[in-house]
């Protein structure tokens, strides 16, 4: 398993953009599909975007799609979520996962399918 830190989020008019990162420890971070995902007070925690390990493959959930974009950089053991067009409804705190490179892309949209988490970072969008 890897071990995954988040960092980058914060208070953001709507509108706005912020970056999120994942640093991974491990050396084999190349091997893991990595996700994104959500969670409002309240509210299940929902999927975001995947990317695959090669980074030639992302999938992103509807309501982001066209606003977020996933990508990776497996030199330096990081996955990002550029978030532009922030919206209200985007506050949460967004956690990072790392799945088994194996996974079809379709199902790397599933929680379950992770077998590691980050501790979440809070994002926050005011209107």
């Known amino acids: 398993q890897v071990q995954l830190v988040e960092s980058g989020g914060g208070l953001v008019q709507a509108g706005g953009s912020l970056r999120l990162s994942c640093a991974a420890s491990?050396?084999?971070?190349?091997?893991?599909?990595m996700g994104w995902f959500r969670q409002a007070p309240g509210k299940e925690r929902e999927f975001v975007a995947a990317i695959s390990w090669s980074g030639g493959s992302t999938h992103y959930a509807d309501s982001v799609k066209g606003r977020f974009t996933i990508s990776r950089d497996n030199a330096k053991n990081t996955v990002y979520l550029q978030m532009n067009s922030l919206k209200p409804e985007d506050t949460a705190v967004y956690y990072c996962?790392?799945?088994?490179?194996?996974?079809?892309?379709?199902?790397?949209?599933?929680?379950?399918?992770?077998?590691?988490w980050g501790q979440g970072t809070q994002v926050t969008v005011s209107s």
């Open positions: 491990g050396r084999t971070f190349s091997s893991y599909a």
């Open positions: 996962a790392a799945a088994p490179g194996g996974i079809r892309m379709p199902f790397l949209s599933l929680n379950t399918e992770y077998e590691s």
